[in-house]
């Protein structure tokens, strides 16, 4: 299937402004301590840089790589670790970085097995957020835009491997410009 991506749902400029008060709302939350970003491989890399640049607290990054069985576009459901964490999270306070929640069993599933390796404290930050497509109760602590039921590419996101460079998020279209 060939796609094109005419359609800009987010500018760079709007996602800018949006990015930076987040920041200003984690900075406070977190004020006087360390933050530990999770960041969520590999569509929340370009999102989890531009953030923490922002931030005006401590912090330290580590990466973890998540997969849902299945190459479907649409989440399965069953989620499996293909990269954990570097280092032991007891004590610390977590900051999940998160592209897109759309069903919530992905973040479900991290937040659980996190919790269990007794953090100190554990939120999480998405940049998007579709809430019509959630089939387990989840409601992210910051969030930077809800969107409706798109496929959505770019600032990270991608369609088999492609379009994660644009600056942008698109909403994925049929089409036959590849
Ligand atoms: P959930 O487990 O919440 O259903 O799915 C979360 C994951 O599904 C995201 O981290 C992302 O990898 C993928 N996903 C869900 N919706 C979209 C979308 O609109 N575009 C892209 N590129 N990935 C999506």
Redesign the pocket.
């Known amino acids: 299937m060939k796609n094109s991506t005419q359609k800009v749902l987010l500018s760079e400029a709007q996602i800018d402004r949006r990015v930076e008060e987040l920041a200003g709302e984690i900075s406070a939350e977190y004020r006087g301590k360390k933050v530990l970003l999770v960041c ?1 491989l590999k ?1 929340a890399v370009v999102f989890a840089s531009d953030l923490m640049r922002r931030l005006k607290v401590a912090v330290e990054i580590d990466f973890m790589a998540v997969s ?1 069985y299945g190459s479907e576009t649409a ?1 399965s459901g069953a989620v499996r670790i293909l990269k954990d964490l570097d280092s032991s999270i007891r004590g610390k306070d977590l900051l999940i970085v ?10 479900d599933y991290i937040c659980k097995n996190l919790l269990s390796r007794k953090p100190s404290s554990l939120k999480v930050v998405t940049l998007l957020d ?1 809430p019509a497509r959630r089939k387990v109760e989840f409601t992210p602590d910051f969030c930077g835009f809800e969107i409706p039921d ?4 770019g600032y990270g ?3 088999d491997e492609n379009y994660r460079q644009l600056p942008g998020i698109h909403i994925l279209q049929p089409g036959n410009k590849g």
């Open positions: 969520v569509g849902s989440s998160e592209d897109i929640v759309d069903t919530g069993l992905t973040l579709k798109y496929f959505v590419v996101l991608d369609f």
